[in-house]
């Protein structure tokens, strides 16, 4: 019903001005339901609508921050190596990853590390291992799937794998 979309809405607007990284939300909830849509082979259409009424306010909320600041970043661009930015795009995942799983060597430093060959590679194989594995559990094992995709969606503002320096964690 109504009652409970607008203040949610009002919720989920609150969020998308104090923390960016909130836009994946309505991705993280169409992932969601399309496992248990997949699963019980009924789609919650209540469901569907609130989840729609949330992208369009991420919509917009990037229509007016893109109007407001005339960029999508939060530091003007610096000139920068494509490659080297993408690069420590796909290094980042497997990072964060390993961080999840073993919060072990934490750091307060964000400097970049160095690329090697080696790491990139590793970094390549790491994510196609787990889009693999994210692809083979979607046919059966959806509610997994869904798990493994949430991780993913939700660290895609900060993984910077499209440098455009939009979203910092």
Known sequence: SWRGLIPASVCY????????????????????LAADWKETGQLDRKALRATVCLAFLSGGYLLWRWNALQHWSQILSTPGD????????LLAFPVHLGKMLLPWKLRISYQSPVLTPWLVAGAALAWTGYLAALVYLARRRPRVAAALA?????????????????FFA
């Not at 607007?13 to 969601?32: C, D, G, H, N, W």
């Not at 494509?82 to 795009?89: M, N, Q, R, T, Y």
């Not at 949430?150 to 939009?166: D, E, G, K």
């Open 150 to 166: 949430w991780i993913l969606i939700s660290l895609l503002p900060v993984l910077q794998i499209v440098p455009i320096r939009a």
């Open 13 to 32: 607007a609150a969020a998308l001005f104090t923390k960016e990284t909130s836009v994946v939300f309505p991705a993280l909830l169409l992932i969601l």
């Open 82 to 89: 494509l490659k080297s930015e993408v690069a420590l795009g």
